[in-house]
C-alpha cells in the first residue's frame, strides 16, 4: 500500500470517528429534549409505539374485525401497524427539524445530515425495539407464532426503514424551504396509512386493485413483513427490487435537497 493510500484511509478513519461522536452527542441532546429526565424518562421512545400498536390489537380484538384472511388478528395488527410506524413517523421527526438547531451549525462539524442521522436513528431504534418485544410478548401469551424466516422480516423491515429515511431526508430537506410542506404531510400520511397494506393482503384484493397498490413502495415491504411471518398460510405479493428503486431515486433527491439548502443556511 503507497503512502498516499495509507494517507487516504487514515483520514477516512478520522472523519468517520467524528461523524459518530457528532452524531452519538446529537442523539443524547434529542432524547433529553423529546423525553426529559423524569417520569419514565427516554423509555418512552419504546413505549409510545407499543401502546399505540396494543391499542390497536385490543380494538381490532374486541370488534372481532375482518382483513381478508383466517391469519389471527393479533398476528395480523402487529406486523401491519409496527411496520407503518417504520416510516410514517420519520417524515414528521425531520419535516421542520433544521430551523430549531440553527444554533448548531456554528459548529464546523455539525451538519444538517447529522441532524438528520441523529433523529432516524432514534426513531428507527424505538420502533424496532417495540416491535421486538411485542413480537416476544404475544408469542409467550400464545396470540401469534414466531416467524417462519427471520430474515424476510428482518429484510422487508430494513426496506420500510430505508424508504422511510429517504422520504422523510427528502421533506426534512424540502421543508426548511417551503413551509407547506408540513401542513400537507399530516393529512397525506392519514389517507397512505389505510392504503399501506397494514389492514388487507394484497392477495385479498380484486385484481384491478392489486396492481394500483402495489405501486405503493410501503405495501412492498409490509407483505415482505408478512410473508417471513407466515408466508405458508397465504399468497405474498411484493417486490424488493421495485422497492429499492424507490428508495434510491428519493435518497438521491433527499441529498441533492440537503446539498442545497447547506448552501444558503445562515447559522443563527
Not at 461522536?21 to 426529559?36: S, W
Not at 394500483?212 to 410501503?218: G, H, K, N, S, T
Request: with cysteine; net charge neutral.
Amino acid at each position: 500500500m503507497s503512502m498516499q493510500d495509507e494517507t487516504d484511509n487514515h483520514g477516512v478513519r478520522e472523519g468517520w470517528a467524528v461523524q459518530r461522536r457528532v452524531i452519538g452527542a446529537l442523539l443524547r441532546r434529542e432524547m433529553i429534549t423529546r423525553y426529559g429526565r423524569h417520569n419514565i424518562g427516554f423509555l418512552w421512545l419504546f413505549v409510545e409505539p407499543m401502546v399505540f400498536t396494543i391499542g390497536i390489537v385490543t380494538l381490532w380484538n374486541l370488534t372481532k374485525s375482518v382483513h381478508g384472511s383466517d391469519l389471527p388478528i393479533t398476528a395480523f395488527a402487529v406486523t401491519g401497524y409496527s411496520s407503518v410506524l417504520v416510516w410514517r413517523n420519520m417524515p414528521s421527526r425531520l419535516i421542520g427539524s433544521i430551523e430549531p438547531n440553527l444554533s448548531l451549525m456554528y459548529h464546523r462539524n455539525v451538519k444538517i445530515i447529522d441532524i438528520f442521522l441523529s433523529r432516524l436513528v432514534l426513531e428507527m431504534s424505538g420502533v424496532a425495539t417495540s416491535f421486538v418485544v411485542l413480537t416476544l410478548f404475544f408469542a409467550t401469551m400464545g396470540w401469534l407464532s414466531m416467524p417462519e424466516d427471520v430474515i424476510k422480516v428482518v429484510e422487508g423491515w430494513g426496506m420500510l426503514a430505508w424508504f422511510g429515511s429517504s422520504m422523510a431526508m427528502f421533506l426534512g430537506a424540502v421543508s426548511h424551504r417551503h413551509e407547506l410542506i408540513d401542513k400537507f404531510w399530516h393529512p397525506c400520511s392519514y389517507l397512505l396509512f389505510p392504503l399501506s397494506g397494514a389492514a388487507y393482503l394484497v392477495d385479498s384484493l380484486p385484481q384491478s386493485m392489486q396492481s394500483i397498490v402495489l405501486w405503493l413502495p410501503m405495501v412492498h415491504g409490509v407483505e415482505c413483513v408478512r410473508d417471513g411471518f407466515f408466508g405458508s398460510h397465504f399468497t405474498p405479493h411484493y417486490d424488493l427490487g421495485y422497492m429499492a428503486l424507490v428508495c434510491i431515486t428519493l435518497m438521491g433527491l433527499a441529498l441533492i435537497q440537503i446539498r442545497a439548502v447547506e448552501r444558503e443556511l445562515v447559522p443563527q
